[in-house]
């Protein structure tokens, strides 16, 4: 193989391999388009529940730390599946895969900041 063919077939499988990473990143956005589709107008786009709707309800804020560290994923999903007071259950709307997602990567996201 030439020196210019060579050359050329690294660039390829680099851009796959850079196409692929960008693609599949284990970072999904945070919050996702689902959470400010369905979570957003109570627990707000930062998490903190400042919304009218959320100050209203009460709505849990997800940046209180001491919070996170007192509550399991498996509650948390549980929560949200078959809702928790003012909050309305999800288990009918969402999927369950959906759900895991919003848990793991948009509630506890917000842990994080
Ligand atoms: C209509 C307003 C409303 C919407 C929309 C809403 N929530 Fe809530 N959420 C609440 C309220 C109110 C609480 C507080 C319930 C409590 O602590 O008793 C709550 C609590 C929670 C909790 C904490 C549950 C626990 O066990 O402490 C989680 C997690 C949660 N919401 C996730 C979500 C997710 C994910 C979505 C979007 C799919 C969502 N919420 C949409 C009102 C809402």
Redesign the pocket.
């Known amino acids: 193989m030439s020196r210019a063919r060579f050359l050329i077939g690294l660039f390829v499988v680099a851009m796959a391999a850079f196409g692929l990473s960008a693609y599949g990143s284990d970072t999904p956005e945070h919050p996702s388009e689902?959470?400010k589709k369905?979570?957003a107008?109570?627990?707000g786009e930062n998490g903190r529940?400042e919304t009218t709707?959320?100050q209203n309800?009460?709505?849990?804020n997800?940046t209180d730390a001491e919070?996170q560290a007192g509550?399991t994923d498996a509650?948390?999903i549980?929560?949200?599946t078959d809702g928790?007071?003012?909050?309305?259950p999800?288990g009918k709307k969402?999927t369950p895969e959906q759900?895991q997602s919003?848990?793991k990567n948009?509630?506890r996201g917000f842990a994080k900041k």
């Open positions: 689902l959470f369905n979570c107008k109570c627990h529940a709707r959320g309800l009460r709505a849990r997800f919070w509550v509650e948390l549980k929560s949200v928790k007071d003012d909050m309305p999800w969402l759900i919003l848990v948009d509630v």
